[in-house]
């Protein structure tokens, strides 16, 4: 395949995710959120991994929300991400959702930015947590 025709099937491929920022998604929290971007990068010992950035105004972290954040993000990898990634193409070995209260630029520290992340494992029709 000639390398220019690979970039347009990526592209086409990631069509639905792009689409898809504009789609409001009613989180289990009762949150809506949005996707800010998906990113894509290879890390030694890990490979392929695919990056689900989401934004939901009102969104508050904190110890006391622990188990309604986790709740989220093992939703929006389920029931968002796999999905996605299943027309995308290759497979990741994980897939890393976070969520924030606004968007911001990816790998810059904001202070002022609530934001969790969690890494999965993408198994079957399920994500697995893996910890960091």
């Known amino acids: 395949m ?8 990526a592209l086409l491929a990631l069509a639905p995710v792009a689409a898809a920022q504009e789609e409001a998604l ?3 929290s009762g949150l809506d959120a949005r996707l800010q971007e998906m990113r894509t990068d290879r890390r030694m010992g890990s490979g392929l991994i695919y990056r689900f950035r ?5 969104f508050e972290g904190g110890e006391s929300a622990f188990d309604r954040v986790t709740r989220d993000l093992h939703w929006l990898c389920t029931e968002y991400a796999l999905p996605r990634i299943a027309e995308i193409g290759p497979r990741p070995g994980r897939v890393v959702i976070s969520l ?4 911001s630029d990816f790998g810059i520290h904001h202070p002022e930015i609530v934001q969790v992340f969690e890494a999965f494992r993408p198994a079957g029709g399920t994500c697995d947590w893996e910890m960091f």
């Open 2 to 9: 000639r390398p220019a025709a690979g970039i347009c099937l």
């Open 26 to 28: 009613r989180l289990p």
């Open 54 to 58: 989401f934004v939901a105004d009102g």
């Open 100 to 103: 924030a209260d606004r968007p």
